[in-house]
């Protein structure tokens, strides 16, 4: 069964600051994987989507790498800005069929 | 990207009664749409996987008689949480995955707060 993990859990930096969040994933036979932003009591926004041959994705600021042989993803944050502040969620996919399987989430907190 | 809504946003209701609450593709067909269910501070979980005119599929330990779901169209998804207790109190988040175009993508709903008082 697929497990997918985040770490850290939660985190706080100062605004401008450069950021990496960490994901894993024990099957490395994904489809894709998925980063997501979810701010408090609200639904998911996507922010990146990266298929099994790609390497990474970039938006704007953002930029998630994938290494499917290790089974790990990282989104980036380029200087950091409060509004940047949510849950940033990771999940994958098995196959085309199968429903994406989530992380537990990293918290992130970015202070003015 | 495609849109997916959720019908209603928030509801409160009693012990003991029944929630229906629908989750519509409005600019896809989706032949398969899938039902999450988030506790406070926990990550989204799947509950069952809903097939255009078929039974759902559901994840173990989801009861199947306690959340039925209906998926009667290629546009609409339906979820009733029968004889709701305060345990049952969470942020339900359906998802429709977009076949063929955009690498079968998942679009998710707004999710729909519940509260069994």
């Known amino acids: 069964k697929q497990e997918v993990t985040q770490i850290p859990a939660a985190l706080s930096v100062p605004e401008g600051e450069n950021l990496v969040l960490n994901c894993s994933f024990t099957?490395?036979?994904?489809?894709?994987l998925q980063w997501f932003r979810q701010d408090p009591g609200k639904g998911l926004t996507s922010l990146l989507l990266?298929?099994?041959?790609?390497r990474e994705q970039t938006s704007g600021r953002l930029n998630a790498s994938l290494d499917k042989s290790s089974g790990r993803s990282t989104l980036y944050i380029a200087a950091s800005q409060p509004g940047d502040s949510a849950t940033y969620l990771c999940a994958v996919r098995l196959s085309g069929n199968t429903p994406l399987v989530f992380g537990k989430g990293t918290r992130l907190s970015v202070i003015a | 990207g495609a849109v997916v809504s959720q019908h209603p946003s928030r509801v409160i209701c009693k012990s003991g009664t029944s929630v229906k609450i629908e989750c519509r593709s409005l600019d896809f067909q989706a032949t398969t749409m899938f039902w999450y269910r988030q506790f406070p501070k926990q990550s989204l979980m799947l509950m069952a996987t809903?097939?255009?005119?078929?039974?759902?599929?559901?994840e173990q330990g989801v009861e199947k008689d306690k959340f039925l779901i209906n998926h009667a169209s290629l546009t609409l998804s339906t979820l009733t949480v029968t004889s709701a207790h305060p345990e049952d109190s969470s942020f339900y988040i359906c998802?429709?995955?977009?076949?063929?175009?955009?690498?079968?993508?998942?679009?998710f709903g707004p999710g729909t707060r519940l509260t069994v008082l």
């Open positions: 099957d490395s036979a994904i489809y894709n």
């Open positions: 809903s097939n255009e005119g078929s039974k759902a599929t559901y």
């Open positions: 998802s429709a995955r977009r076949p063929a175009k955009a690498n079968n993508e998942q679009f």
């Open positions: 990266i298929q099994s041959s790609q």
